[in-house]
């Protein structure tokens, strides 16, 4: 398995012996969103998913002690706060989440793995429709958490907005499993629907992978292996020996 992060700066240095050696040896690939190329229609089922009449002023969707980091995070972006009128609340989180962004989703592991298995079978636990769909079904005061969840996560980065990166680099677990459970994943119901629940519906596509293939390599955002949620700690649930390799 591969703990993956979707966005990284330009000319981020990543891929360790190690790494290059899964990404060539393995014999399939199966990655959280296997149609992150179709650019076109993701953004398409965006627009349809994210708009709604009458949403009112994002403003109104966060506590007052979050409204002066909202209206800031919606300056840096440019974004005329007309445009939220009809924007869900939890599409606005995914659009603010930029403001923070520290890299490019060009440069995302996820994208480089996929373009290396051109020639090999490629598999996703999800259709980008679906994993938009997520975000829809959740309830409206979910969405607000998430949302507040998404300028906490903002605020908490102006200080250091490569820790999380650099983390990933450096293969810093106690850190990443810390941004499991704050930020966006701080409220319970927004995190069981987007990391507890979706790992659980992974699991039985992961063993039937592990079944069939010799090499199988699963690709997913590493937020989805660690701690006793994660994939690593079911595998291990399931009998299986999972063991940390060094770069």
Same mark, same amino acid.
Not at 70 to 82: H, K
Not at 122 to 128: C, D, H, S
């Given at each position: 398995?591969?703990?993956?992060?979707?966005?990284?700066?330009? #000319?981020?240095?990543?891929?360790?012996?190690?790494?290059?050696?899964?990404?060539?040896? %393995?014999?399939?690939?199966?990655?959280?969103?296997?149609?992150?190329?179709?650019?076109?229609?993701?953004?398409?089922?965006? %627009?349809?998913?994210?708009?709604?009449?009458?949403? #009112?002023? @994002?403003?109104?969707?966060?506590?007052?002690?979050?409204? +002066?980091?909202?209206? %800031?995070?919606?300056?840096?972006?440019?974004?005329?706060?007309?445009?939220?009128?009809?924007?869900?609340?939890?599409?606005?989180?995914?659009?603010?989440?930029?403001?923070?962004?520290?890299?490019?989703?060009?440069?995302?592991?996820?994208?480089?793995?996929?373009?290396?298995?051109?020639?090999?079978?490629?598999?996703?636990?999800?259709?980008?429709?679906?994993?938009?769909?997520?975000?829809?079904?959740?309830?409206?005061?979910?969405?607000?958490?998430?949302?507040?969840?998404?300028?906490?996560?903002?605020? +908490?980065?102006?200080?250091?907005?490569?820790?999380?990166?650099?983390?990933?680099?450096?293969?810093?677990?106690?850190?990443?499993?810390? %941004?499991?459970?704050?930020?966006?994943?701080?409220?319970?119901?927004?995190?069981? +629907?987007?990391?507890?629940?979706?790992?659980?519906?992974?699991?039985?596509?992961?063993?039937?992978? @592990?079944?069939?293939?010799?090499?199988?390599?699963?690709?997913?955002?590493? +937020?989805?292996?660690?701690?006793?949620?994660? @994939?690593?700690?079911?595998?291990?649930?399931?009998?299986?020996?999972?063991?940390?390799?060094?770069?």
């Amino acid at each position: 398995m591969l703990g993956t992060i979707h966005a990284l700066p330009d #000319g981020t240095d990543w891929q360790t012996p190690a790494i290059r050696s899964v990404i060539e040896d %393995a014999d399939r690939l199966v990655v959280e969103v296997v149609n992150l190329s179709d650019t076109q229609g993701i953004a398409e089922t965006f %627009a349809s998913l994210a708009t709604s009449p009458d949403q #009112g002023s @994002l403003s109104l969707r966060v506590s007052r002690d979050h409204q +002066a980091s909202l209206d %800031a995070m919606i300056d840096q972006l440019e974004i005329p706060r007309t445009q939220f009128y009809e924007t869900e609340t939890w599409a606005a989180a995914i659009m603010l989440a930029r403001a923070g962004a520290v890299g490019k989703t060009r440069n995302g592991v996820d994208r480089y793995v996929m373009s290396r298995f051109r020639d090999r079978k490629v598999y996703g636990f999800e259709l980008a429709q679906q994993q938009l769909g997520i975000f829809d079904k959740l309830a409206e005061e979910d969405q607000r958490d998430l949302l507040e969840g998404t300028i906490e996560e903002w605020r +908490a980065s102006r200080d250091d907005p490569g820790r999380l990166t650099r983390a990933w680099l450096e293969g810093d677990e106690a850190t990443l499993l810390e %941004a499991t459970t704050t930020g966006i994943m701080a409220d319970p119901e927004v995190r069981d +629907a987007l990391l507890v629940q979706r790992n659980a519906d992974w699991l039985p596509t992961i063993l039937t992978h @592990l079944r069939d293939a010799e090499r199988p390599l699963i690709a997913v955002g590493v +937020a989805h292996l660690v701690g006793p949620d994660g @994939l690593k700690n079911m595998l291990e649930n399931e009998g299986y020996t999972v063991t940390r390799m060094a770069n």
